[in-house]
């Protein structure tokens, strides 16, 4: 009786990722495929069908500002790069794309993981350093793949991560490197619970009017609670390291932050 009933098991578990497997490779990698017309920028692309897609999971620099009413070409560092990289493994082909929770984002771009063939490419430039990690939830359907090609680029230093790890600078030098990537490293002294953000403060000088301010949007504080992390708790009076792109806001100076991962604690 036991091995009838073993053997059941098995024709059942048999017919049934039969049928399943087929429905999970469908939702990995969709069977529509779109041609891909232009590359707009290293995560934006327009297919031949008109519509524009934002890659999920990664955040490259802008090649232009808005400024004045109009938009103006003026890159920001490895714009140039992300664009001609992303140019070479999508531009004129054939891509597939996986949708997650929000299918498209406020200017009706659609929001996407790309294929080409079996390469993820989000996570293809990810690993080639030619983006910032950028999970934003509740788009984390990829954000273990995501974070550990972020990681590993950072660790092997390609591409932007190259010039952000040459130099580790304190929070009183960020004014002089707006605009730029560059790895900081400094105590958290104060943090600021706003409407929509946390802010730890990377205090420069002891009083507050230099420094770096971290910005966690609180929609993605679910990504550090998953990890056991709380920011109000876990980073205050704690040496900090992270690497980024450094803004200028409202007289001050900026790295947004979207997952744990992107924030060391040294001690």
Known sequence: MKKIKYRLFLFISFQLCIFCFPLLCYCVFPAEEFLVQEVIDGDTIRLANGEIVRYLGIDTSELRWYKGGSWVYHPQPFAEEAKKYNSLLVEGKKVKLEFDQEKKDKQKRLLAYVYVDNLFVNAEILKQGYAFFDIRVPNVKHSKELSESYQQAKKERVGLWKEATEEII?????????????????????????????????DGDGEGKTGLGIVIYKNNLSLFKKEGINPKETYLNKIVRLAGLICEYKKGFEIIVHHPAEIEILK
């Open 170 to 202: 304190s929070p009183a030098l960020v004014k002089n490197f707006s605009g730029k990537i560059k790895t900081i490293e400094g105590v958290v002294t104060k943090i600021l619970d706003k409407r929509k953000i946390i802010k730890l403060v990377l």
